[in-house]
């Protein structure tokens, strides 16, 4: 591992910091990513379909995060697919960018070498080899684990998107990366008011709490005033 980092501390012209390749992580990877497709994709035959998830597959929703360095937040995508399996946060350098990437978010757990489904689960800070092919000089590297959950994963498509190519099958977002789609009229919505609660909703306009955490992803403790919520 020090061997390849010392290696990916050289550029053309000079010799960059560790510094400034964290800070730089996924420079360039946008061009990087269009100009190499995406191939040998770990197999996800007889992965663990979600229970009763958040989203279905062929659902609308829309990404409030980007990852891998390209620009998601904001898009409007169709789930793939949804499963269930521990899922990881990972550093690791990459051979093609010449970065050490830092947070890579998400790997599962069949994507690391020698795991499988039903392996017991890594913990923080433990290293592993990339099986996982997300980008062009993933799959091989050694990386050190920074988070583990136990939770629904989805593959999305992503159309065109502010200048950037669509993405098909497009690995991988947890729940609370994505939010629905819905056509919101002014009868099932309402401005929230200072001293609201779920619990006060869900009583007037005959709803479960389950039901508006689900449809707007606030915690129950964390309801933003004068934001538009939606109750049904």
């Not at 730089?24 to 497709?37: G, H, K, L, R, S």
């Not at 829309?62 to 990881?88: D, R, S």
């Not at 690791?92 to 830092?102: A, D, E, P, T």
Request: charged residues 20%.
């Amino acid at each position: 591992m020090k061997k390849l980092l010392c290696l990916g501390l050289l550029v053309l012209g000079g010799i960059t910091t560790f510094t400034e390749v964290i800070d730089n992580t996924y420079a360039d990877m946008n061009n990087i990513m269009m100009a190499t497709p995406m191939a040998n994709q770990v197999s996800l035959n007889k992965l663990e379909h979600a229970n009763d998830p958040d989203y279905k597959v062929g659902q609308k929703v829309t990404v409030l995060v980007n990852h891998m360095g390209m620009t998601m937040k904001g898009a409007t995508a169709t789930i793939a697919g949804a499963y269930h399996t521990h899922v990881y946060s990972v550093d690791f350098y990459n051979s093609v960018s010449h970065k050490y990437i830092k947070n890579h978010k998400w790997v599962i757990q069949r994507e690391l070498k020698g795991m499988k489904d039903s392996s017991t689960p890594l913990k923080a800070g433990d290293q592993v080899v990339l099986e996982a092919n997300h980008m062009p000089g993933m799959k091989g590297a050694t990386a050190k684990i920074n988070q583990v959950k136990d939770t629904n994963v989805y593959m999305v498509n992503i159309p065109a998107y502010k200048g950037q190519a669509p993405m098909s099958d497009h690995r991988w977002f947890i729940q609370e990366e994505l939010k629905p789609v819905k056509n919101i009229s002014s009868t099932n919505q309402l401005t929230v008011k200072p001293g609201m609660t779920y619990w006060e909703i869900s009583q007037k306009y005959g709803t479960s709490i389950k039901q508006l955490e689900k449809l707007n992803k606030w915690a129950p403790t964390q309801i933003p005033v004068n934001a538009d919520l939606i109750y049904r």
